[in-house]
């Protein structure tokens, strides 16, 4: 070949290979779509510029080509030579600012695509908190101290969430931003709106509580200002009193002290209405209070009453002797009447008791509410032995009282049917939970008889068919054994509560037989865990066959090519549909079955390095001008990506959920003892609450101390 042909070469070679780079840039200068095909174009614009060396390699071999023939031409050719180096200098050079340029412009979009998550996952946090934060109802507070503290920590939520809005709103522009470089659906306008929406509804939330919680404060400090207000009218009352009976007037002082003990009566009595309004006023608000502040109140305010009633009392007594006898005809008619209210209240107490709980209760929950009715009621005997001898002396006190004693007579007598009524109730619900206990046991035994005698069955390695079915009749097993657990766990939430129905040697019994399904339940789950094992890798063996194929392919058979691509395609399917399955389950609540999930896991993985080496070997592969099979493989290649890529994910997810999953079993497992604890609490307040009306109130805001804080862990929901 002459000097000029080689240089000729050397220059078409060089142009050729630098289009070629130009158009594979030109196919990737594209900053559109989805985060994962930049990433997948800014690989690509890598591998190009790793290509660099090799355009400066055939650049210098044109130029020495050039540069050996220019010693013996003319200037003419000379100069046509110059013309061509020049041409491809600066096609060399467009091709290297193009090279640079795309993969800038590409690794800028997708830095500036990483913060703009980054920020979004802050602000994604931030808006969990506070959510958490607003979710719980608002708790009753003690006193308008503790009120005004409440108001004030939601006002600052409020301004922390309004003083977002500014974050927000450049969230919602960089995304727009993004949008209009890529036009990823991801950070359009619709998920823009969604940010908004979310911001907003947590802002009109808060602002919600904030107006309730001010409502509230404004109407107890009402209420605290005309509870003081009263209160100095009292004291300024009783220095007046004492003033009117030391008076000194020599002339007519019975006239003036009656005159003026008169005043004040009268006085004293047009002060009652203030006080009931005061009672109205105090009845709402101890509707926003806790039991225990309502019941400061309720003392307060029957303190404040008590002083108002002594103070009229006084004025009375103070009075003239004509006015004794109609004063003691007032007294007996006050008295009367405070009977009859207390009558009226416990009337009304007894008819609202729930003596049949909604049909649409479970049987645990109807107990549980039998109970606390039970101890309601065995609190109020003090009270009624209270009446009767309230009763008794009213009856010597006065002759014309007959009905007032009917109606005292008749709530005594409702009292002792309702009580007997709910006693008989709470002894049939605990007859009827210790029947689906003994119900259950059979059925369990049942299943322990199924599953030993499966466990016993011999392993058959030739028959797939039988491994099959004896794999479902595992499943079957396992899913029934899942079934039986959350039984177990329903049954094991009662035991705190056994006490308080059954006699220690019968709430022993119930807890040992419990127990001993338990550990029989775990025992016999771990031989169908294990027997499932071992027929799963029966099928697993397969791959075995597979890898050795691929030995033997380096011959290059394009039919042992074929075969193996089948093959290897029949595998991945399979390993596919095994990942898939060990997804689909439930989140794992036992560290057995968390083992398990992970066990699974690892078998896979142990499996991928041989099948990366087979895929390798197929790529390799020469197969004789067949376009179906090239397009088979690049299937075949995308599908062995997808496959690995989820199973990373899966094995990260599940090392991830760990300490949650911990957490939540803790707090299950502490949920007998808490309830038992509850139950305790319960009766120790209602025994000094005589004048209490609705016991639940003081269970319910106990229980409402109660929460769990639930914690996320992984991969950003988007």
Partial sequence: MS????????????????RMIQERLEATDNVQGPKAALENRLRETEVILAEEPEGHLRLDRVLLKAESLLRDKNDDEKHEIHAAVKHIKTLWEDTQINMVHCHSRIEWILLHWSEYLKAREDYFLWLMTMKQR??????LQLGLKEKKLQLSHHTILLSNILNQAALLERLIQESGSLFAKTEDETVNEAAQQILKADHEALEIKAKEKVKI???IVQEHQEYADMQEEFQNWLHCMKEKINKCNTCTDKKNPM???FRELKELSDEVSRKKGELDNLQVQATTVILSTSPLGAEHITKDLETLRANWNNLKLSCQQDQVPLEIGFHSVLESKSRAEQLEREVAELADWLQSLDLQPPDDDTMETAWCKCLLT????????????????KLKEFCRSSQNEEELSNKVLSVIREYKRVKGQIVKRCSQLGARLRCDFQEFLREFQQWRNSTINLLHLPLDTEDGALTRTYLQNIEDHLGHSNQLKIRLDRFQGLEGMLGSVYSEEQTAMFVSELREAVQQRIFLTDGLLQRRRELQTLPDLNFSSIFSEGNWMNGGDPSACKLLLKKFEEWLKTEDRKLMSILAAKHPRSSRERKNRKQGLKVLQSRVPQGQKIFEELFSAE????????????DLRYRWMLYKSKLKEAQELSTSGGICHYLSRACCAALPLQLLLLLLLLLTFLLPLIEEQDSCSVVNNFARSFYLTLRYQGPPPT
């Fill in 623 to 634: 197969f004789p001008g067949a376009n179906e099979e090239e397009k088979q493989l690049e």
């Fill in 134 to 139: 607003l979710e719980p109802d608002l708790e």
């Fill in 255 to 257: 006239e003036r002290s």
């Fill in 213 to 215: 919680l001010e409502a």
């Fill in 374 to 389: 039970r101890s309601s009621i065995l609190a109020e005997e003090p009270r009624m032995e209270e009446l009767q001898l």
């Fill in 3 to 18: 000097p000029e042909e080689e240089f000729g070469s050397c220059l078409e070679n060089a142009e050729s290979w630098m």
